[in-house]
């Protein structure tokens, strides 16, 4: 009897074992087929090739129905970005002769001998136009970059000739208000878009002559293992504590500034455009003692 128990013993152990052995089996297939699924997806070639009441059917059925309602889904995004493309095209187009039209015609009355209260409100109207220009112009580039309609061509580039064409294009403004205005840069390299780069330090620059009054904006660099920072320093009005995590929200003015110049998207659009080249942007500033905005951008 002993000897029989054994056998039935050792038969069962074989059956579950055999049983264990085509449950792995079974589960690898499904594994694979399930693998091959995803790939066909991924590829965008996924069809449903299993009818019949098996589990592995249905899970291709809610398969194909989700792969299904994605592709629709992309479709649909594909399309609303065209619209907003050509939106953005056509308010960029339809604006750009009007406002230049109104910048030509205030600055021909501003050369004419006209009552001191008629200029001011002609220098008013230009101001303003300049305003609106840059304004629509930024929304543009702001809406363009965040639709993806603007892909950064990030390459490994000098900083010198960046900094330059900044400080050459805002030089003549720091010195319309006796401001000193003086890059010092070392032959640092970084990965960077130059074009876009160039845009969003000088929203930066821009920020820091409209807020000084008297003294400088230098812009510097240093190098580290993994960045490039370029720090833009000044000597203005400087930024509480609180205001700083705030300044880089889309249109934000803080309450001190709402009568300066300025529409509160410099700031944002300079942060999308050093977090698109995988950079980014710290501020350092107390009120009165200036504020110093360090861009890192990588190496």
């Excluded at 580039?141 to 960046?162: D, F, Q, V, Y």
Aim: aromatic share 8%.
């Amino acid at each position: 009897m002993n000897e029989i128990g054994l056998v039935f013993g050792f038969l069962g152990i074989l059956a579950g074992a055999a049983v264990a052995l085509g449950s792995r089996a079974k589960a690898g297939k499904t594994m694979r087929r399930i693998e091959q699924m995803l790939d066909a997806a991924i590829s965008g070639e996924f069809t449903q090739s299993t009818f019949d009441e098996s589990k592995l059917s249905a899970l291709e059925t809610r398969f194909a129905r989700y792969f299904s309602a994605a592709e629709v889904s992309a479709r649909n995004v594909a399309r609303e970005k065209d619209k907003i493309k050509s939106l953005i095209g056509d308010i960029s187009h339809q604006t750009k002769t009007p406002i230049a039209n109104l910048l030509l015609y205030s600055e021909l009355l501003m050369e004419e001998d006209l009552p001191q209260a008629v200029m001011a409100n002609v220098e008013a109207i230009h101001d303003q136009s300049e305003k609106l220009r840059f304004l629509i112009d930024a929304l543009v580039k702001l809406s363009r970059l965040e639709n993806g309609m603007i892909t950064l061509s990030a390459g490994k580039n000098h900083l010198r000739p960046i900094l330059e064409r900044v400080t050459a294009q805002y030089a003549a403004k720091a010195d319309k208000k006796g401001l000193h205005l003086e890059y010092s840069a070392s032959d640092i390299s970084a990965i960077c878009d130059p074009k876009w780069t160039a845009e969003a330090l000088a929203n930066i620059v821009d920020n820091a002559i409209k807020y000084t009054q008297t003294g400088s904006v230098t812009i510097t660099t240093l190098s580290y293992d993994l960045f490039a920072r370029i720090d833009i320093a000044d000597t203005g009005i400087g930024i509480s504590e609180s205001e700083q995590p705030k300044i880089f929200a889309r249109f934000y003015r803080a309450k001190d500034v709402q009568e300066d110049e300025g529409v509160g998207i410099g700031l944002y659009l300079a942060r999308q455009i050093i977090s698109s080249e995988g950079g980014y942007i710290k501020v350092t500033s107390a009120p009165g003692k200036g504020s110093t905005f360090s861009v890192f951008l990588p190496k």
